[in-house]
């Protein structure tokens, strides 16, 4: 929103890496209770990755021992020999921050990403910022994403966050708002603020989705009381203009002033406050008071400022709407004013920090020093992007259709091989007969020869029967002599077979086989019977090439 309409998307802000890694560092350590630096010194000499790690993160933290960055190096230099990847995450943070050493960002990028390869989250992450911001490696927006995505998907807020941004801003993929809310919500479900404030954005301007003002104003109060000024702003406004039930302009009032303590314009404040009743302003500063209780703010002093925002309004002012001119100071007096409330605001949030960091240092120097523990990350079940199901599922069909082909393929040659075959033994049969016929004539021969022979060797033998024998001669030579000149003949090839396919015509058919287009008569006459006519061919007929 601006003024009352609009508050611009919140820029990413680089993550403090050193405090993620001191936090994140033992998230690989088997999940026990700590022991102590002699125990764990120990341990460490014998060469246990895990207690040197725990070990370099005591002496870079400073926690029972004096904080000493070039022995911390050196415990986790030993450790990350052994490719252990919290150590190698850690020596990055060393490398990238320049804690005892030169700042290398070339050094932290290679650190990070043996850490990334072995599936650690924070490392994953520091690889994705690394290649964002072209910071010792060449910069890549879309293997920026790719790591981001790693990271997302075990969980890590952070960058559930910033891959939402990508896909919201289409930096290093495509926009796609979809997946924008959806990396939103889930890093909104652990608590981050500024997710849970850019996906309210979304959902109220119908970005992505329908627009929904309910759930959208959900997410402004859950990031407002992690004391979120834009998200406190945004709520307030919602209240102001009923869009989050009946109006409530002292509900507004008292989030739009934690907004104005978050360094937010007090623009917006200035016109709820003018339009208060005394009775609200009252109801106002009581929901100031419990919001700063029930979120552990310190109370601010009133300023002049805000005396004079909730200084009730004439009348007819009052009941007008809130574009109704304001009455106060002449424009340079409000100027001056809202600079010393701005100037005020700085102040009491330097106060409010030096205050609790004074309570935390109270707080260490009452307790014991204890190693870190890691955070908690629950596991987010994230949608795959839908380029990537729409991608697998076509790649599916696809393959699908590719071993159909192939199933096809294997069969045709599987029929064309049996009819080869039984060709082939059709041949051998009847050379086979040929040759038993052969024998046979040329046996019934040598038994007429001999025959005759015994008839000229008898002179009692009938003329009758010398004639007879010899027209049965003629006529078994005649036989012999066909079939010699039967069997002089090459046998005759098995015909040839065309399987239709698609686009095949008897033109096209003639051209493949005789090399000219005028032979397709000679085809169709082969095929009459399985032909309706000279354009009636089907994929798949069997049609015999003349």
């Not at 890590?156 to 801003?169: D, K």
């Not at 046996?443 to 033998?461: N, T, Y």
């Not at 009938?462 to 030579?477: G, K, V």
Request: proline share 7%.
């Amino acid at each position: 929103m601006r003024g009352l309409d609009a508050w611009p998307l919140v820029a990413r802000r680089a993550a403090s890496r050193l405090g993620l890694g001191v936090a994140a560092v033992l998230a690989a350590v088997v999940a026990r209770a700590q022991p102590d630096l002699k125990t764990l010194q120990a341990q460490a000499d014998a060469g246990d990755p895990a207690a040197l790690t725990a070990l370099g993160v005591a002496y870079a933290a400073g926690q029972g021992v004096p904080r000493d960055y070039d022995r911390a190096r050196r415990y986790f230099e030993q450790a990350a020999d052994a490719k252990y990847a919290p150590a190698l995450y850690n020596l990055g943070l060393i490398h990238e921050g320049g804690q005892g050493v030169p700042a290398d960002p070339v050094a932290a990028f290679h650190d990070y990403l043996a850490a990334a390869q072995q599936g650690l989250a924070p490392a994953e992450f520091n690889v994705a910022n690394l290649y964002a911001a072209g910071r010792g490696v060449a910069a890549d927006p879309f293997e920026a994403v790719l790591w981001l995505r790693l990271a997302a998907r075990q969980g890590l807020a952070e960058a559930q966050y910033n891959l939402a941004l990508a896909y919201e801003q289409g930096r290093g993929i495509t926009k796609n708002p979809e997946q924008a809310q959806a990396f939103y919500r889930a890093a909104a479900r652990q608590g981050h603020a500024r997710a849970g404030y850019n996906l309210a954005l979304m959902l109220e301007n119908g970005v992505g989705s329908a627009p929904d003002v309910a759930e959208a104003a959900q997410l402004y109060r859950a990031a407002a009381l992690q004391g979120f000024g834009p998200a406190q702003n945004n709520y307030g406004i919602l209240l102001a203009r009923g869009r989050a039930g009946p109006p409530d302009l002292p509900g507004a009032f008292a989030w739009l002033s934690l907004a104005v303590e978050n360094g937010v314009s007090p623009e917006n404040r200035a016109v709820i406050g003018r339009r208060l009743t005394p009775d609200q302003a009252a109801q106002a500063a009581a929901r100031l008071r419990a919001l700063r209780a029930q979120m552990g703010v310190p109370a601010a002093p009133a300023s002049a400022a805000f005396m004079a925002e909730t200084a009730p309004l004439p009348a007819a002012a009052a009941a007008g709407n809130l574009q109704a001119p304001l009455v106060g100071p002449p424009p340079a007096a409000a100027a001056d004013a809202a600079k010393l409330d701005a100037q005020l605001a700085d102040a009491r949030r330097t106060i409010a920090d030096l205050q609790a960091r004074n309570r935390d240092l109270q707080a260490q120097a009452a307790q014991p020093p204890q190693p870190p523990q890691p955070p908690a990350i629950p596991p987010i079940e994230v949608p795959p992007p839908a380029w990537e199901a729409a991608a697998a599922k076509t790649a599916a069909a696809l393959t699908a259709q590719l071993q159909a082909a192939r199933d096809e393929l294997s069969r045709r040659t599987a029929e064309l091989g049996k009819e080869l075959a039984r060709a082939e033994a059709d041949r051998a049969r009847e050379r086979a007969d040929q040759a038993r016929e052969q024998g046979d004539l040329t046996g019934q021969i040598a038994a007429l020869r001999a025959r005759l022979a015994a008839s000229e060797e008898a002179a009692a033998q009938s003329a009758a029967d010398l004639f007879t024998a010899n027209q049965e001669l003629i006529s078994a030579e005649q036989a012999l002599a066909a079939l010699r000149a039967e069997n002089s003949r090459p046998a005759a090839a098995a015909p040839r077979i065309h399987i239709v396919q698609d686009g095949d015509s008897l033109v096209r058919i003639s051209r493949q086989y005789y090399g000219t287009e005028s032979r397709w008569p000679d085809i169709y006459a082969a095929n009459r019977e399985v032909l309706d006519g000279a354009h009636a061919l089907k994929v798949g007929q069997r049609l015999v090439i003349p």
